[in-house]
């Protein structure tokens, strides 16, 4: 297999496990084997629902990093930080040249980020069909 493809397979699988996890931390805070058929449904689309929508929005903050959004509030802090130290001011550079040394960087490691948003999403989907289900089967009883 190429690297580009492990790479890839690995980044999809550490997303999943932690949706996985996440999920499993859902269940086990609601107690899922105690209850009845109904709410163990209800309770297994919440959990796939709640980790689909923070990998979701954990994609959508990797976006808005990856595009600049945040490099002023890094060079404020880093301006801070520099204020407190002895001697830091002397290391003290305009923002913009802090911010085309930031983009250059980030034009280096820019990749594909698409795994967070597409696991996310498909355990955005699970939990809409679970809810669905349970919708189409214990609503109305």
């Known amino acids: 297999m190429k690297d580009t493809t492990k790479t890839n397979l690995r980044n999809y699988g550490i997303c999943a496990c932690i949706e996985l996890l996440i999920a499993f931390l859902v269940v086990w805070s609601k107690g899922f084997f105690v209850h009845s058929a109904a709410v163990n449904l209800q309770i297994a689309a919440d959990a796939f629902f709640v980790a689909g929508v923070l990998m ?75 809810t669905m289900t349970w919708s189409a089967l214990f609503y109305n009883v």
Do not use: C, D
Not at 103 to 108: C, G, N
């Open 56 to 130: 979701t929005l954990f994609a959508g903050m990797m976006f808005v990093s990856g595009e600049g959004a945040l490099i002023g509030i890094g060079f404020v802090l880093r301006n801070v930080v520099l204020t407190f130290i002895p001697m830091g001011r002397a290391r003290h550079e305009v923002y913009a040249k802090y911010r085309e040394r930031k983009l250059k960087e980030k034009e280096k490691k820019q990749g594909s980020k698409r795994y967070a948003l597409v696991t996310g999403l498909v355990f955005l989907a699970i939990g809409v069909i679970l």
